[in-house]
T-cell receptor, first 114, second 113 residues
């Protein structure tokens, strides 16, 4: 499968714990995006990378959230001191970053904070 | 502030019907308008997209109609099938398809056999 891969698919954690998600984009895609989707809502933009550079962060990305993309390949999204409000689907997408190319989404990581 | 408003929230049609989902946007800087289909437990998948220099685009059974002056666009699904039952999201972006997307809240479509 050469699509966008996310790991884990599901994560249940206790409030206050730290969690880390991984995204492997389609190879050769230099743009990588993170979105968050809560039940009954559309995805909301969190941040995006051009290669290893993080170019934009949403106001949704509080200081408890950090994203990295070392070497411009895979990316990680870490949430520190999780809160119940962090429960959501975290989606990763990647694109070639050239004109008229679409972004492909992974299947997401479903986070439940109990 | 919700920049892309989508309606209806849910829609039920019979097989062969033509569901229509509508979206309205506020930001005139948007220049790329895609529609995504999402099945439970899956990520969104691009169905069809349009740019504001055309008023209609058709791909297979899916058609986007775009009204730039009204800042509205809609998705029509011809000859709908039970397999089309999914959640549909409209979205918009500035700077083409290579920039962040602003999504509507989604429409849950059910196509009955």
């Amino acid at each position: 499968d050469t699509g966008v891969s996310q790991d884990p698919r599901h994560k249940i954690t206790k409030r206050g714990q730290n969690v880390t998600f991984r995204c492997d984009p389609i190879s050769e895609h230099n743009r990588l995006y993170w979105y968050r989707q809560t039940l009954g809502q559309g995805p909301e933009f969190l941040t995006y990378f051009q290669n290893e550079a993080q170019l934009e962060k949403s106001r949704l990305l509080s200081d408890r959230f950090s994203a990295e993309r070392p070497k411009g390949s895979f990316s990680t999204l870490e949430i520190q001191r999780t809160e119940q409000g962090d429960s959501a689907m975290y989606l990763c997408a990647s694109s070639l970053g050239t004109v008229n190319t679409e972004a492909f989404f992974g299947q997401g990581t479903r986070l439940t904070v109990v | 502030q919700q920049q892309v408003k989508q309606s209806p929230q849910s829609l039920i049609v019979q097989k062969g019907g033509i569901p229509i989902i509508n979206c309205a946007y506020e930001n005139t800087a948007f220049d790329y308008f895609p529609w995504y289909q999402q099945f439970p437990g899956k990520g969104p998948a691009l169905l069809i997209a349009i740019r504001p220099d055309v008023s209609e685009k058709k791909e297979g059974r899916f058609t986007i109609s775009f009204n730039k002056s009204a800042k509205q666009f809609s998705l029509h699904i011809m000859d709908s099938q039970p397999g089309d039952s999914a959640t549909y999201f409209c979205a918009a972006s500035m700077g083409g398809s290579n920039y962040k997307l602003t999504f509507g809240k989604g429409t849950l479509l059910t196509v009955n056999p």
